[in-house]
């Protein structure tokens, strides 16, 4: 029994640290709406246009993702498609994983599910926390994603930004770095709400395609719960009628 007690708290401390050192920054909450189509579209059109060069989604198909954003073939295949894809099509890319490895040092992973392997808070402070490294051989770096190998793909938009850290060394002499804050260097063309408005909603287009179903689910819920509700009211005037003559 002892020895249950010390393995238990044991091995939650071990989680604790564990979790601990994999912890990514993560400053701020995204407040994302799946049920906003507008929201879902504008997230689409950023993908496919800055997103899709590198990244697949390739358990999607191009006329699911249009009939739950209720776009026409037109307006899927002219409006948002950058490349000749059928309209029928996966949403594959060109770019061969070997190819991609040697240009970046890492394949860009396929993102159909990235929102349920990360997390959509780690997605949005992913996106929004970049600043320039020049160590770095892309030259920009992350809080939340440290030595990325990935680019700031939309830098343009939010312009460029310096992080400055406080550098704490202890008896030992071991450096730590903590993050302060960012410095503005070059602005971008969009103001910082613009910016993180088109991130949270390329995060919540991110989130659909990791589960399309939650369209429905979240449709069918208020129905379910309406049903439970009659139900049990029906149930009680059951139970009230058969215990009628009992008591
Ligand atoms: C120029 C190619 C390129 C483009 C364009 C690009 N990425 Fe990436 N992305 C990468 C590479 C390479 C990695 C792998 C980074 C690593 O593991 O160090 C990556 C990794 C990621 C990851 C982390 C996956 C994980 O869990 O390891 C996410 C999320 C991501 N990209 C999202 C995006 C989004 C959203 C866009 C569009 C705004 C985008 N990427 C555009 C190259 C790209």
Known sequence: MK???????????????????????????????????????????????????????????????????????????????????????????????EDAETWFGKAPPDLTVIAKARGLDWLYNFLINYYVDPSRPTGWNNLTFENASMPHILWEFQGIRQANFDVHTDAEGNETKTFNSFEQLEPGTMTEQEYKAMVTDLVNFLDYSSEPAQLIRMSLAPWVLLFVVVFTFLAYLLKVNYFRDIH
């Open 3 to 97: 020895n249950m007690i010390v393995m238990t708290l044991g091995l939650l401390l071990f989680s604790g640290f564990a979790s601990a050192a994999g912890d990514a920054y993560i400053g701020e909450h995204v407040q994302t709406n799946i049920r906003s189509t507008d929201s879902l579209r504008k997230g689409a059109k950023t993908y496919m246009n800055y997103c899709m060069g590198c990244h697949s989604m390739e358990w999607q198909r191009y006329n699911r993702v249009a009939e739950d954003l209720g776009l026409t073939e037109d307006e899927m295949m002219n409006g948002l498609v950058l490349t000749d894809a059928k309209f029928t099509d996966k949403m594959t890319i060109a770019m061969a994983a």
